[in-house]
């Protein structure tokens, strides 16, 4: 069992919905990386959280160190939003493996 | 200006060979970081330095060396290469372990 777990590890979607991303782990952890990889293979940083919300545009981020979870939220989504997506957590740098969210138009 | 840079982007070799992979950042950071995707888009991070000391080195082979002549490079030397470590490489850095790390594009290795 992976130390992150993400869920779901795929997510088909219809442009528009609300869309939430579950990362959970079981390690301590000083902070929390979402991340997003397009098609193309290219790694983009989204989010660093050690605690509460985060919100950039379209998308939230939120931790929950008690319970050792993160959220990553996407509202009114859109085709361009596909791609992997992938929580990390600090210290030891340890990854999930990853949800493949597809938008649909 | 790219800020994390890796060269070359793809890397096609023999069983058997030596290779290095080269990543400069010109970001100011103090870490940098390998990281391996495998074919099912799996990461995994390889080695990080910080101010040009290992500070994490998971259980890879020792095929694999990094090496930083400075603060803005880590470069990755692997020797003897095996066709499982055909996969796309990633360098990043950030500016502590705490903070946002920034990727290069990746390269990509194939081992024949």
């Known amino acids: 069992k992976n130390e992150v777990e993400q869920s779901p590890q795929n997510l088909t979607a219809q442009e528009g919905e609300f869309i939430t991303i579950n990362c959970s782990y079981s390690v301590g952890i000083s902070a929390l990386h979402w991340l997003q990889q397009h098609p193309g293979g290219g790694i983009v940083s989204l989010f660093m959280l050690s605690s509460g919300k985060k919100k950039h545009g379209r998308l939230i981020a939120t931790i929950n160190i008690q319970e050792k979870h993160s959220s990553l939220h996407i509202t009114a989504s859109h085709p361009r939003d596909s791609a992997v997506y992938i929580c990390?957590?600090?210290?030891?740098?340890?990854f999930g493996q990853g949800t493949r969210l597809t938008i649909n138009p | 200006d790219t800020a994390v840079s890796q060269t070359p982007k793809y890397l096609v070799t023999q069983m058997g060979n030596d290779k290095s992979i080269k990543c400069e950042q010109n970001?100011?950071?103090?870490?940098m970081y390998w990281y391996k995707q495998d074919s099912k888009k799996f990461l995994k991070i390889m080695f990080s330095y910080n101010n040009k000391e290992l500070i994490i080195n998971e259980t890879v082979p020792n095929r694999f060396s990094p090496k930083s002549p400075d603060k803005a490079h880590l470069n990755l030397h692997i020797n003897s290469l095996e066709l499982g470590d055909s996969a796309v490489y990633f360098c990043a850095s950030s500016q502590s372990y705490r903070t946002e790390a920034f990727f290069g594009q990746g390269t990509r290795l194939t081992v024949v």
């Open positions: 990390a957590v600090f210290q030891k740098l340890v």
């Open positions: 970001l100011g950071h103090d870490t």
